[in-house]
């Protein structure tokens, strides 16, 4: 029983373009959201966070975007660079972030020239 | 500052045998939570650690058990080890608060033959 789901193993993206990755839950008890970044034989690295009384939380180039109602969020990278290319694990959580978190598989993200 | 370490990087060990990582928090958290990464899933969540207690659970059996000290660093250990336990385990620390951010260590590869 996934209750975080990313259903985009990979996604590919040129250079400078959006790169919108997504995500769906099905615990409507949750009431956190995070997104994070792996990069091979290292550990996440946190990007951005959204509570559920908001429906949108910016960050630089990162968006976060929460739809309550469908219980989906989705990660907007603009514009998009080399750099970015990694892992990208959405994950949420019932207790504002101080419990254990949920997560997603993964949505490998790769950026090309 | 220093951000969450972990020990050893890499350890192999055989079916039957026991094992212990290590976790030191980011400077100034108090709270330790410990995941499970197989490969090409996301985290899964073990349990996490407050005030030397483990303060809750995720759906894994008592093998695994764990042990935060006065200066908030923490053991994971998992004992009669199977093929299965083959993994990445990270731990990730925060402090004990509504929407603060858990930062993670690099993990711990661990190869049971």
């Known amino acids: 029983d996934q209750q975080v789901k990313q259903n985009s193993p990979s996604l590919s993206v040129q250079e400078g373009r959006i790169s919108i990755l997504n995500c769906d839950y099905t615990?409507?008890?949750?009431?956190?959201f995070l997104w994070y970044k792996k990069y091979p034989a290292e550990g996440p690295t946190f990007l951005i966070s959204?509570?559920?009384?908001?429906d949108k939380n910016e960050d630089g180039r990162f968006t976060v975007f929460l739809n309550k109602s469908a219980k989906h969020l989705s990660l907007h990278i603009v514009p998009s660079q080399p750099g970015d290319s990694a892992v990208y694990f959405c994950a949420a959580d019932p207790g504002g972030g101080a419990d254990g978190l949920t997560f997603g598989k993964g949505t490998h993200l790769i950026i090309q020239p | 500052d220093a951000g969450v370490t972990q020990s050893p990087t890499h350890l192999i060990k055989t079916r039957g045998q026991q094992v212990t990582l290590r976790c030191s928090p980011k400077s100034g958290h108090d709270t330790v939570s410990w995941y499970q990464q197989a490969l090409g899933q996301g985290p899964q969540f073990i349990f996490q650690?407050?005030?030397?207690?483990?303060?809750q659970r995720g759906n894994f059996p008592d093998r695994f058990s764990g042990h935060q000290f006065p200066n908030y660093s923490s053991e994971l250990n998992v004992n009669a080890l199977l093929l299965g336990d083959s993994a990445l385990y990270l731990c990730a620390s925060s402090w004990d608060r509504v929407g603060e951010t858990q930062y993670f260590g690099p993990g711990t590869r661990l190869l049971v033959l």
């Open positions: 959204i509570s559920s009384i908001k």
């Open positions: 650690y407050y005030e030397e207690e483990e303060r």
């Open positions: 615990n409507s008890m949750f009431d956190y």
